[in-house]
């Protein structure tokens, strides 16, 4: 069965923009984790989406929003972009809610210039 | 909040030699510990998982212990071969999951 899918692989951006990354789960999956990745830092918990509704968001600035659509698609938006935001964007799906094995996409990676 | 810590960011063993990767944990409360492995321009892969109701969980060259009590865990790979050679990430579960900043294993020939 197909993995899980983040559209667009890459992206530059401008300071200031805003941007939308996709991610389709796993067919089945309700379960819909985004997290970011910089050197160093490992992966930066951001937000949890299960049957639409968010359930957990770690500590990002309100720029960074989310939300997912009845067929489990999520979406991640960041408004007003600034250098830093520069990173590795992962979705990973589940078939249950968190604790249990996740599936990660490719991720997204977004450059800010 | 660094509630994983993974305090070597690399190692480097020699093939057919164990590579011992560690993991350090704050919250208590967690319940669920994974390990996940992740190759350059690919999504991480999850390897392998325990419960906090074991101590021990192995799946053929990986074993994965956990102290509860030095909130420890560790991820033995016997024996390393090359195409072990990536980043591990360590990941501990409880109403979502959280990781640490992962370290880069090297298997050298």
């Known amino acids: 069965k197909a993995g899980v899918t983040q559209t667009p692989r890459y992206l530059i951006k401008t300071r200031g923009q805003q941007v939308t990354l996709s991610c389709s789960p796993i067919s089945g999956h309700r379960s819909v984790s985004w997290y970011q990745q910089t050197p160093g830092q490992g992966l930066q918990f951001l937000f949890e989406?299960?049957?639409?509704?968010?359930?957990n968001k770690g500590n990002f600035p309100g720029r960074f929003s989310g939300r997912q659509f009845s067929n489990s698609r999520s979406e991640m938006n960041v408004s007003t972009l600034e250098l830093g935001d520069s990173a590795l964007y992962l979705c990973?799906?589940?078939?249950?809610?968190?604790?249990?094995?996740?599936?990660f996409g490719q991720g997204t990676r977004l450059t800010v210039v | 909040d660094q509630q994983v810590k993974q305090n070597s960011p690399s190692l480097s063993v020699q093939e057919g030699r164990i590579s011992i990767l560690n993991c350090d944990y704050t919250?208590?409360?967690?319940?669920?510990f994974l390990w996940y492995k992740k190759y350059p321009a690919e999504g991480p892969t999850f390897l392998i998982s325990?419960?906090?109701?074991?101590d021990k969980n192995e799946d053929g060259r990986f074993t994965v212990f956990l102290n509860k009590s030095a909130k420890h865990l560790s991820l033995h790979i016997v024996p390393s071969q090359p195409g072990d050679s990536a980043v591990y990430f360590c990941?501990?579960?409880?109403?979502?999951?959280?990781f640490g900043a992962g370290t880069r294993l090297t298997v050298k020939p």
């Open positions: 989406y299960f049957s639409e509704t968010q359930r």
């Open positions: 990973a799906s589940s078939l249950l809610r968190p604790p249990g094995e996740a599936f």
């Open positions: 919250n208590s409360m967690f319940d669920y």
């Open positions: 325990i419960s906090s109701i074991k």
């Open positions: 990941a501990a579960s409880l109403r979502d999951m959280r």
